[in-house]
Nanobody, 124 residues
């Protein structure tokens, strides 16, 4: 049974930093591209960042470029998202995602497995 379990969400002030993590189990982690998506109330789920199966390629949505960094540790079966210079519009539930592919994720339809999500709230 595949499980993706996010942790590290919370409340942070504008301009602050937060790191969220995703622990994977039940899958051959190194065979999967991993990604972070987010969904704000009343909005569609959108890609934030993604990383290829061996971690050599990363992609970012324009609205987080230069502020967020995705990374992975295949030995620990973990994927991370370091978020800096947070803005109120970054407030959302952040979801970890896994896709059986070599290249980074770009859309929700490519996802094979989802985590349950972790809330990130950025206050003014």
């Amino acid at each position: 049974q595949v499980q993706l379990v996010e942790s590290g969400g919370g409340l942070v002030q504008t301009g602050g930093s937060l790191s969220i993590s995703c622990a994977a189990s039940g899958l051959t982690f190194s065979n999967y591209a991993m990604g972070w998506f987010r969904q704000a109330p009343g909005k569609d789920r959108e890609i934030v960042a993604s990383i290829s199966w061996v971690g050599g390629t990363t992609t970012y949505a324009d609205f987080v470029k230069g502020r967020f960094t995705i990374s992975r540790d295949n030995a620990k079966k973990m994927v991370y998202l370091q978020m800096n210079r947070l803005k109120p519009e970054d407030t959302a539930v952040y979801y970890c995602a896994a896709a059986f592919r070599t290249t980074p994720l770009v859309r929700t339809t490519q996802v094979d497995y989802w985590g349950q999500g972790t809330q990130v709230t950025v206050s003014l």
